[in-house]
């Protein structure tokens, strides 16, 4: 097999339930549901972190983002001695490109926008074409998903006055704001510029390395008319957001069309999920009507709500079409994955909290080789109630804040209970116990790594955790 070109597409705030491949009859995801039907479907994928900028970090490094400081969105940004995927694959020959929401650091330090951009916050300046990315269309944070660059109507956004300028802005290579073809739908904006960049690469006889980070359906939600008529029977909440989800899908279609017509689509590896679970709440009106599909919580907690996601692997040289996979994986696994895949040495031994996953899609193995760790700062109201660490194996989950003060540890069987209603802890102390320890060692080796035990050069992340808390490890009793 040759070295397979790869794309990592994600959405932002899709929730497990808001595609028809796991079970929506409402929101119209054709090309999706095509591509499941070649694809391998992941029934339990999981976001390395409960909301944006962690998962996106994860996605680059293979590494948990207390590792690095990018602890919450817009905390941190993402550090250059980072070893991420764009860096290793360009020293492989890839083309590498960058196309969407970047939100793992700011990308001016004049310009004042998007949520931290310009003088005062030029410490957190990151932009993607200094983290190994050649091409790059992309923006600090959120924008509209239609019309990306103007404020809503209709009080979508509090910040300023529909049709004035939204404050965010799409950035290049050369780091320019780009001023050209930025109406409409903003997933087709931003596929306008991925496209070009896949053709180059394969006109060049070039393997490419494509992250494509749409910003459907986050906030500010916004669908153009056409894609509202498609659900004119339904509220205008509803209208926007699973038009805006439909009009995504459209552009997925379209690049996997492109793919095909170049005759590439056999050596891609092609992945695609969500960065977390939906936003706002159960039954509220508004444009948030994201769908967990019964999971409980929602973004920002760890419960499977929150980092419960849509996921896909289309790889024809490896994944089976229509093939399920039911065995816990997560964005944390593509680092790992790819490299051993394109057969990249990394220069030091600093430590993944992903695996390779190929074994499990080739379908060698039952059990994935190392459990996948969770910390997560935030309220326990804003978490739906749930802990704030955690750890998931192959059929439990277990959930503490490692205090009795803050609540009781947690255990479910998410083989029988993926809805995480019943507590066994009781009749899985060892389990706990098992977990605990590990929980312990991951902790204890993320703190080295946040005071810069895995860079050969003095290092401490920006945002570091002492700075919110004013402590970093917890006691574990």
Request: glycine residues 10%; charged residues 25%; proline residues 7%.
């Amino acid at each position: 097999m040759t070295r397979p070109n790869i794309i990592l597409t994600m959405c932002d705030d899709l929730g497990f339930g808001d595609v028809g491949f796991n079970g929506n009859e409402v929101i119209r995801t054709p090309q999706l549901d095509a591509m499941a039907a070649r694809a391998a479907r992941f029934s339990r994928f999981y976001a390395g972190g409960p909301v944006c900028s962690p998962t996106r970090g994860t996605c680059l490094t293979g590494r948990h983002y207390f590792r690095y400081g990018v602890t919450h969105a817009n905390k941190g940004s993402l550090p250059a001695q980072e070893i991420n995927l764009a860096q290793v694959l360009r020293t492989q020959g890839y083309a590498t490109g960058h196309f969407g929401k970047w939100h793992l650091g700011t990308l001016s330090k004049s310009v004042v926008e998007g949520n931290r951009g310009g003088p005062h916050g030029s410490r957190y300046y990151a932009p993607p074409w200094e983290r190994g990315f050649d091409i790059c269309f992309s923006t600090e944070a959120k924008v509209p998903t239609w019309d990306p660059m103007n404020t809503p109507a209709e009080g979508e956004d509090r910040w300023g006055r529909p049709g004035t300028p939204y404050g965010t802005h799409y950035w290049a290579e050369s780091g320019a704001r780009v001023t050209d073809n930025l109406s409409g739908d903003d997933s087709r904006v931003i596929m306008d510029r991925a496209i070009p960049f896949i053709q180059d690469a394969v006109r060049r006889n070039q393997p490419f390395f494509a992250v494509v980070w749409f910003h459907a359906p986050h906030t500010p939600v916004v669908a153009g008319p056409e894609y509202r008529a498609m659900y004119e029977d339904f509220s205008e909440g509803e209208q926007h957001y699973y038009g805006c989800i439909t009009a995504m899908d459209e552009q997925v279609g379209r690049l996997n069309s492109v793919l095909a017509e170049l005759g590439v689509r056999a050596n891609t590896m092609h992945w695609f999920c969500s960065d977390n679970g939906p936003e706002g709440r159960d039954g509220v009106t508004g444009r948030n009507r994201g769908s967990t599909a019964g999971l409980r919580g929602r973004k920002r907690s760890l419960f499977n709500g929150g980092i419960a996601v849509p996921a896909l692997l289309e790889w024809p040289d490896v994944a089976g079409a229509g093939q399920i996979i039911d065995l816990p994986c997560s964005t944390l696994d593509y680092f790992p994955t790819i490299t051993d895949t394109v057969g990249c040495s990394l220069p030091d031994d600093r430590p993944l909290d992903g695996i390779d996953l190929t074994p499990i899609v080739r379908e060698e193995t039952r059990t994935r080789a190392r459990p996948i760790p969770y910390r997560f700062l935030e309220t326990r109201e804003a978490m739906f109630g749930s802990p704030t660490i955690a750890m998931i194996d192959d059929r439990y989950k277990y959930l503490t804040n490692f205090s009795e003060q803050q609540g009781e540890d947690i255990c479910f069987d998410l083989g029988d209970d993926p809805q995480e209603r019943n507590n066994i802890i009781e009749e899985q102390r060892p389990f706990a116990a098992e977990m605990r320890e590990q929980l312990r060692v991951f902790l204890d080796s993320c703190q080295a790594s946040h005071q810069g035990a895995d860079y050969a050069e003095p290092y401490r992340p920006l945002d570091a955790y002492q700075q919110v808390t004013g402590e970093w490890s917890v006691q574990v009793p």
